[in-house]
């Protein structure tokens, strides 16, 4: 059940990431899912809270900003700009 949920909220996450850096035209929903997923994982490294544990306002905040990071890592090596 957490793997289903894991899939949801990444893909939430993803999804809204991709909106605030305005790569959502470049992205799909499987896309979306892994950076969502990968956004919590950074979350969970920087700031000790991601989807990984409960699921609370906190964590999907955490997780938004692990997934924009990700996408602003990505921007600069495919780009040389943040956007």
């Known amino acids: 059940m957490n793997f289903i949920i894991w ?3 990444g893909g939430i996450v993803g999804w809204l990431a991709s909106l605030v850096m305005r790569t959502d ?3 799909g929903i ?3 899912i892994v950076v969502g997923i990968i956004g919590s994982v ?3 490294a920087l700031f000790g ?3 990984n544990q409960v699921i609370t306002v ?3 905040i955490y997780s938004l900003i692990g997934a924009i ?3 602003a890592i990505v921007n600069l090596v495919r780009r040389g700009s943040l956007r």
Do not use: C, D, R
Request: proline content about 0%; overall charge neutral.
């Open 58 to 60: 906190t964590t999907f």
């Open 7 to 9: 899939l949801i909220v």
């Open 30 to 32: 499987i896309l979306n």
């Open 42 to 44: 950074i979350a969970s």
């Open 69 to 71: 990071i990700l996408l």
């Open 25 to 27: 035209g470049q992205q």
């Open 49 to 51: 809270g991601g989807i």
